[in-house]
């Protein structure tokens, strides 16, 4: 995925000045910020949601996107989501979604409706959602809020597991939660990305 230089604004409120990354094949990278600096709008331009105001996004091949607030339909269950996604995502089967359902320990309450699980099993369910077509891209906004310590050590292992296949996977947080898991962290400030040494933010 290549971004070049992204604006945006919400009325007179100048929200990204000239945004630019590059995101490899490969890569495990990171954005920080604080709340309101932007991170979510630059998210929803990179996924589609948003039309930018000026600016190019190029993305290679499929892409995947978690975004931060849970969009699920409380009277279906977790099995029932997976079917309606495959159909959306015209999939022959269910394998890369019980793979992550296996990664993220959720796979016995697949017959159970949403509605009755927990914050941490509902934002599991909206990462495989994302991941369950195979991206190449991976575009992540907050994906492991509610999750307890061990779901959160599983997280990570899964996208190190992406990186090493190849897939490019970028985790938008205001916290730099685990920097040293990153190849690149970018900091958005100001409306600008600027470089963050990963060392010292760890």
């Known amino acids: 995925m290549e971004v070049s230089d992204v604006h945006h604004a919400y009325g007179r409120r100048v929200v990204l000045r000239g945004v630019n990354l590059e995101l490899p094949r490969g890569t495990l990278a990171g954005i920080v910020g604080e709340n309101g600096a932007g991170k979510t709008t630059l998210l929803k331009i990179l996924s589609?949601?948003?039309?930018?105001?000026?600016?190019?996004?190029?993305?290679h091949g499929r892409f995947g996107y978690c975004p931060q607030a849970v969009v699920l339909n409380d009277a279906l269950t977790v099995r029932q989501h997976l079917l309606f996604f495959k159909a959306a995502y015209d999939l022959p089967d269910l394998r890369r979604a019980e793979?992550?359902?296996e990664a993220l320990?959720?796979?016995e309450y697949a017959d159970e409706r949403v509605n009755v699980r927990s914050g941490g099993t509902r934002q599991k369910l909206n990462l495989t959602l994302?991941?369950?077509?195979?991206?190449?891209?991976?575009?992540l906004d907050e994906p492991y809020q509610g999750f307890d310590w061990d779901t959160y050590q599983r997280f990570w292992d899964l996208a190190t597991r992406l990186r090493e296949e190849g897939r490019s996977v970028l985790v938008i947080s205001h916290l730099a939660y685990d920097a040293e898991r990153l190849d690149v962290l970018w900091r958005l400030n100001n409306g600008l990305l600027h470089d963050h040494d990963t060392k010292r933010a760890a």
């Not at 589609?48 to 993305?59: A, Q, S, T, V």
């Not at 994302?130 to 575009?139: F, R, T």
Request: with cysteine; aromatic share 4%; glycine share 8%.
């Open 130 to 139: 994302a991941l369950m077509h195979d991206p190449q891209v991976l575009l």
């Open 48 to 59: 589609g949601e948003l039309r930018p105001d000026h600016g190019k996004i190029h993305h």
């Open 105 to 107: 320990h959720f796979r």
């Open 99 to 101: 793979e992550c359902m």
